[in-house]
């Protein structure tokens, strides 16, 4: 019998949901539902749209609800309220209210016998529990994360706020100098300027001051104003042309030395390049919905992140042929 997914919202990410259900033998997508007009909406396999405000209703049809709103507005209210009545997983990703948000869905979980996965992605996700690794395993050594070359979405948003501007894509970038020298085990100390450059594409409104734009946006607090930023003024066939994907990835390194006077270094790295963030992270919440599923069969109740998840639940695989072909 097939995991039956149901999914909140319609986005990018929820159409990488249903891309990455179709290509899992062991589940089938049930409904999609939206806070659209559900007749508006047509999704690429065929699945039937339903109002989210009726979500309830399917109570006992879902295994699985995969959230795919965003972290500021959607998911603190969102996850919280279906988890009273369905298995729900998220990729909460405010880095900063993660425990207030476990705490909220943990509370709710508890009170109606459910279980939610939070935070699931690859920053936090996969990126977490590579930290964990190695701090766990090189407690002498450093942590370095560098996110890019990617599109950020939130600092994308930013730049389009700013008054002139039309259209805007941000890229993260590593300084390959503060890289190279993480992998060759030196431990340096970097700064935020250090780590990162920020690099815009903008299409500025006819008539707009050009140098007004790229003064804002590189002032821009919380954003742009503790990097070092690039700001390219392009036309918007050239935009269209190069910049309207969505690629990103990173690394994680861990730095460590062993040994009693400490005098052996060992760089650990994870790295990943993707062709579409959303597509990636849908992936990784599909993988994690297949656990939860697994999990809540077995009576698991409260809320979870990735560290708390054993890989064999994430595999299609029994645990038998785990130990076989993977072990």
Known sequence: ???????AGYGNLGKGVESAIHYSDDMELVAVFT??????????????????????EWKDRIDVVILCGGSANDLPTQTPE?????????SFDTHARIPEHFSNVDEVCRA?????????????????????????ILPNGSDYTFWGRGV????????????????ARQYTIPVESALAAVREGKNPVLTTREKHIRECFVVAEEGADLQAIEDTIKTMPNYF????????????EEFNRDHLGIPHGGVVIRSGKTGMDGDRNHVVEFKITLDSNPEFTASVLVAYA????????????????????????????SPEEQRKNLL
């Open 112 to 136: 109606n016998n459910t279980l939610g996965i939070i935070s699931v992605g690859w920053d936090p996700g996969l990126f977490s529990l590579n930290r964990l690794l190695g701090q766990a």
């Open 35 to 56: 806070r659209r007009n559900p007749d508006d909406v047509k999704t690429l396999t065929g699945a039937p749209v339903y109002d989210l405000d009726k979500i309830s």
């Open 290 to 317: 297949r656990a939860a599923f697994r999990m809540r069969s077995e009576g698991t109740v409260g809320c979870k992140t990735v560290f708390d998840i054993a890989p064999a639940y994430l595999h299609p695989s």
């Open 82 to 90: 279906l988890a009273k009545y369905f298995t729900v997983i998220d």
């Open 152 to 167: 950020s979405q939130g600092h994308s948003d930013a730049v389009r706020r700013v008054p002139g501007v039309k259209d």
């Open 1 to 7: 019998m097939k995991i039956k997914i149901g999914i």
């Open 225 to 236: 104003a503790d990097y070092d930023t690039i700001v390219h003024f392009i036309d918007q």
